[in-house]
């Protein structure tokens, strides 16, 4: 898949860092105050390690994390972008399997940033937002422990892999949730591009992701409140992207994070 340009927002940042992630996918339903604008305002002690990227700056998704969109000048971008998402009703679930999607974590998913780099795309995920990293013996992909500031709920994670659940790659736009918005009538090779796609994938804390379920942002907001605005631009990015509608009531949520 070609990139859409025609977004609406800022060019591609620099060069793209390297990514992977680990456990598997999970969800979340329902969140205190779902309905709160995010504004700028502080959801708890915010995890940063300075590297995370506002998704206005990571069209392509390459970068790591996912930092608040602030000011009024991204805000009116990103409530700019959210407009653009269409909206419909969600079909049935009839159907849905995870393997619709092809294996979890491919490398092969053609069409999509590091497919084919050797490395699987739960790995490029831990790569691309772990810090003091530690592979497998005689690996450069393979990660077994690291350091995850998570952008969902502002805590640090020290991750080891025996613990792997603890850290899970979230898809933003959940394979279920696309299926009954319109994927279950793509290729399947569009199907692998979503579920593998760095730009719909962040590795967060296992608790908040398994949480999430299937839900669109109406029933479901990252527990830190400061990262929500940039959520809903993430979940439009991936809407456009992949010219896939979302639900009304999400729509509207998505713009309320943002002030719109």
């Known amino acids: 898949m070609t990139r859409n340009k025609g977004w609406g927002i800022r060019a591609r940042s620099a060069g793209p860092a390297v990514i992977a992630a680990v456990a598997l996918l999970a969800g979340c339903e329902g969140i205190p105050d779902a309905g709160s604008p995010a504004g700028d305002e502080s959801g708890g002690a915010a995890a940063s390690d300075g590297r995370a990227v506002s998704p206005l700056d990571n069209p392509e998704g390459t970068e790591p994390g996912l930092a608040p969109v602030t000011?009024?000048?991204d805000r009116a971008e990103a409530v700019d972008l959210i407009t653009k998402v269409t909206t419909k009703g969600r079909g049935p679930k009839t159907g849905y399997d995870r393997d619709e999607f092809g294996y979890a974590w491919m490398d092969t998913a053609d069409g999509v940033p590091l497919a084919?780099?050797?490395c699987d795309t739960r790995n490029d995920l831990l790569r691309r937002d772990g810090q003091d990293l530690r592979f497998r013996s005689g690996s450069d992909c393979v990660v077994v422990a690291m350091t995850?500031?998570?952008?969902?709920?502002g805590t640090t994670i020290?991750?080891?892999k025996q613990e792997?659940?603890?850290v899970q790659i979230d898809h933003v736009v959940p394979l279920s949730y696309s299926w009954?918005?319109?994927a279950s009538r793509w290729s399947g090779s569009k199907r692998e591009q979503l579920a593998n796609d760095p730009l719909n994938l962040i590795p967060v804390d296992g608790g908040a992701n398994s949480a999430k379920g299937d839900s669109g942002p109406a029933t479901w907001?990252?527990?830190d409140k400061r990262i929500r605005c940039a959520y809903a631009v993430r979940f439009a990015q991936v809407a456009v992207e992949y010219e896939m509608p979302v639900t009304?009531?999400?729509k509207r949520m998505m713009l309320q994070q943002c002030g719109g």
């Open 71 to 73: 000011g009024e000048p």
């Open 116 to 118: 084919r780099n050797g």
């Open 148 to 153: 995850l500031a998570d952008p969902y709920t």
């Open 158 to 160: 020290e991750w080891r």
């Open 164 to 166: 792997a659940a603890e």
């Open 180 to 182: 009954q918005m319109g």
């Open 221 to 223: 907001l990252p527990p």
């Open 248 to 250: 009304p009531a999400d």
